[in-house]
């Protein structure tokens, strides 16, 4: 019997997720089964516009015989796609088939008990507008699931913001003790259970240098509590920490990963450090959720120039 097969949703269809998708299994032989969920006029095309030649195999969306399958071909679910033209604009011309792939592939996962999804970009401007904040809040919203967390995984150093796709002013309103412990116990779990690792964690502060030294301070309110009570636990934390130091050299090779307080403030220095050789996972689903760290990126669409790299890496990460 095959192994459990990855769910892949391609995502926002004017991306270089197919271009990467391409690469990716070019570069690498995944043993795991690929499924992905895409409209095959657009997939074809593309893989012609491109440059790829590789045979498809069109399953249908109510497909049961999950270990019959392989990868000598693409597998493809068909969701419908109207187009005028291969690498059109980002619109909202394309909000009902994203939905539509994102429903067929939860159906799949809560019908056969699977653990193993991918998913391409998606535009948060047009997607999700009026929805979600971003694919880690539409999906724990989808799962019914609470607590979530954005783990951005790399072997060396991984990081995750306590408050996501959160415009910076309401940052400070949503950072609470439980909060960051709630965060800390999904990470901790997640490491224990995914990576056979106790991980240590570094918590950062949230304003510059952890200063306190003016009223209602987060660090003495907030955040030094929290850490207090982790290390009373026995979790392996320290801070809160300036994070405008914690990612010098020879304070982050201490630590397996960074909590910051907001998306941008441990986001943007892991971008630096790693470019795409990071994934995005999100912790708390009821399976393991993974995303290539980077969006639609519609300023390299049908150049053929896309980095494969993260999607590989997060198909590797689920291939085990």
Known sequence: MNKE?????????????????????????????????????LLLEQMVKLGFAYEVNIIDK???????????????????????KCFENISDKSNN????????ALKI????????FINGPISKKYFLKGISLGITEYLAKKTKKKNVAMLIYNKKLSVSPVTTHLALKDVYKNISKNKICTHIK????FYKKKLKKIPKIAITGLNPHCESNFKDC?????????????????????GPFPADTIFMQE?????????????DQVLSPMKALFGFDAINITLGLPFIRI??????NTFMLGKNLSNPKSLVEALTFLDK
Do not use: C, R, W
């Open 291 to 296: 995303s290539p760290d980077h969006g639609p």
């Open 218 to 238: 987060e660090e003495d309110a907030v955040i030094i509590p929290a850490i207090k009570y982790l290390k009373a636990k026995k979790f392996k934390v320290e």
């Open 62 to 84: 109510n497909f049961n015989k999950f270990n019959k399958l392989d990868n000598k071909k693409i597998n493809l679910i068909n969701v419908n796609y109207e187009f005028n």
């Open 251 to 263: 304070q982050m090779k201490k630590y397996d990963i960074i909590v910051g307080m907001y998306h």
């Open 186 to 189: 999904l990470i901790d779990e």
């Open 5 to 41: 097969p990855i769910i892949i949703v391609a995502g926002e269809p004017n991306s270089v997720f197919l271009e990467i998708f391409f690469k990716s299994i070019e570069t690498k032989k995944f043993t795991s089964p690929l499924i992905v969920i895409v409209s095959k006029k």
């Open 97 to 104: 088939y994203i939905k539509q792939s994102f429903e067929i």
């Open 109 to 116: 996962i809560t019908q056969n008990k699977f653990s193993k």
